[in-house]
């Protein structure tokens, strides 16, 4: 089994629409991250939760819901989005940070996501 | 602030010769990891090298090793014998050690394209 799974790979929706992403790892990790990856653009950070506590959130805006439930499950909820958060949103799992590579992310394939 | 530069948005390399890829970057941090990841058509972010700040030797995996130059503040992915599968987009990114943020700040990405 994949080490971070996501769930839907490909996302269409209007702009009325509610929908979820989900995010799964089975690696043991504590900390979750969403990233937005739009084209052209560095990946953004969007969201960072360790042990179910979100721990970074970076101007993002309300329409952009996160749950956490437990360390190894993550959800971004849509609502209202807007044609420009079309992208692929990448989810990710890693230790605890203090560890040397505490920076090394394990990402999903991502959710590529449309909304018209 | 942290910053990672890459300014080749796109390069070629013949199949089985070497490559370079530039990273340039910037941090007030005293102690942090420099990453590399690579991510195909499919989207999956895959990690590839990591260098810490005070290690003394550059980071090898396999065909990849990473130049590290501190006092230029770069850190340079090197693949050798390339490969067709190497056609993918490469970024880099740069998180702070000491303190626990969870930031992960990547580059803009360099497309890589291997011709047979």
């Known amino acids: 089994e994949t080490g971070v799974t996501q769930t839907p790979r490909h996302l269409v929706m209007g702009m009325t629409n509610k929908k979820s992403l989900k995010c799964e790892q089975h690696?043991?990790?504590?900390?979750m991250y969403w990233y937005k990856q739009s084209a052209k653009k560095p990946l953004e950070l969007m969201f960072v939760?360790?042990?179910?506590?979100?721990?970074e959130n970076n101007s993002v805006p309300s329409r952009f819901s996160p749950e956490c439930p437990n360390s190894s499950h993550l959800f971004l909820h849509l609502h209202t989005l807007q044609p420009e958060d079309s992208a692929l949103y990448l989810c990710?799992?890693?230790?605890?940070?203090?560890?040397?590579?505490?920076?090394?992310?394990?990402f999903g394939e991502g959710s590529r996501l449309t909304v018209l | 602030a942290q910053k990672i530069t890459q300014t080749q948005p796109g390069m070629f390399v013949q199949e089985k010769e070497a490559v370079t890829l530039d990273c340039t970057y910037d941090t007030s941090d005293p102690s942090y990891g420099l990453f590399w990841y690579k991510q195909p058509s499919s989207g999956e972010m895959i990690f590839l090298i990591y260098?810490?700040?005070?290690?003394?030797q550059n980071a090898t995996e396999g065909r990849y090793s990473l130049n590290f130059q501190k006092a230029r503040k770069s850190a340079n992915l090197v693949i050798s014998a390339s490969q067709l599968g190497d056609s993918a987009m490469y970024f880099c990114?740069?998180?702070?050690?000491?303190?626990?943020?969870?930031?992960?700040?990547f580059g803009s990405g360099t497309r890589l394209l291997v011709r047979p």
């Open positions: 990710a799992s890693s230790p605890a940070p203090g560890a040397p590579h505490a920076g090394e992310l394990f």
């Open positions: 939760y360790s042990l179910e506590e979100r721990v």
């Open positions: 990114a740069m998180r702070a050690i000491m303190d626990s943020s969870y930031k992960l700040i």
């Open positions: 260098q810490g700040s005070y290690d003394q």
């Open positions: 690696l043991g990790h504590n900390a």
